[in-house]
């Protein structure tokens, strides 16, 4: 059974930092890219950023080029997402999302349960 | 960068109803087009890839069509359980940007 498990979230303040986490199991993790996706309060969902499963490729939306960071390290199974230069607008639900799909075609067919970063002073 | 837009954003039907929500690209992804369906409360769940390939589980009234910028999800039959948010995503290229949402619930 596939098991995505975030952590990580909490509250920081405006211009703070923040690495979250996602422990992966059930499927061979390398094989596969792994994702961040968001979901502010109320609103729709926002695809973050993807690493391919070698970590060689790393896709990132505009919104978060140049301040948030994904990284894996496939020894542990595991997904990271460094976030930096936190503003109000990042408060959201963080979904850990495993990727199906050819290279470079990325869709979502397992998700974790997310975990909440809310930024405010 | 490819926008996607949803319509409508939100509908209301009896149970038993068809229901029709339009998903569009601002320029064409081929069918690389997903449906998600996001139940109050709950974490999103892949329906549909490739435009009309049903995910395993997933009950035969969802069905999908269309192709270059224009793509439909249907619903022959609304049933309760059906209550949800459907999200169209793009996965032709990076970006793989969602669309904003269609709310359904029942009359």
């Known amino acids: 059974e596939v098991q995505l498990v975030e952590s990580g979230g909490g509250l920081v303040q405006p211009g703070g930092s923040l690495r979250l986490s996602c422990a992966a199991s059930?499927?061979?993790?390398?094989?596969?890219?792994m994702n961040w996706v968001r979901q502010a309060p109320g609103k729709g969902l926002e695809w973050v950023s993807g690493?391919?499963?070698?970590?060689?490729?790393?896709y990132y939306a505009d919104s978060v080029k140049g301040r948030f960071t994904i990284s894996r390290d496939n020894s542990k199974n595991a997904l990271y997402l460094q976030m930096n230069s936190l503003r109000a607008e990042d408060t959201a639900i963080y979904y850990c999302?495993?990727?199906?799909?050819?290279?470079?075609?990325?869709?979502?067919?397992?998700w974790g349960q997310g975990t909440l970063v809310t930024v405010s002073s | 960068d490819i926008q996607m837009t949803q319509s409508p954003s939100s509908l209301s039907a009896s149970v038993g109803d068809r229901v029709t929500i339009t998903c569009r690209a601002s320029?064409?992804?081929?069918?690389?087009l997903a449906w998600y369906q996001q139940k109050p409360g709950k974490v999103p769940k892949l329906l549909i890839y490739?435009?009309?390939t049903l995910e395993s589980g997933v009950p035969s009234r969802f069905s999908g069509r269309g192709s270059g910028t224009d793509f439909t999800l249907t619903i022959s039959s609304l049933q309760p359980e059906d209550v949800a948010t459907y999200y169209c995503?793009?996965?032709?290229?990076?970006?793989?940007?969602f669309g904003p949402g269609t709310k359904v619930d029942i009359k």
């Open positions: 999302a495993k990727a199906t799909g050819a290279a470079g075609k990325i869709l979502f067919d397992y």
């Open positions: 059930g499927f061979t993790f390398y094989s596969y890219a």
């Open positions: 490739a435009t009309s």
């Open positions: 690493i391919s499963g070698s970590g060689g490729t790393t």
């Open positions: 995503q793009k996965y032709n290229s990076a970006p793989f940007t």
């Open positions: 320029q064409g992804i081929s069918n690389y």
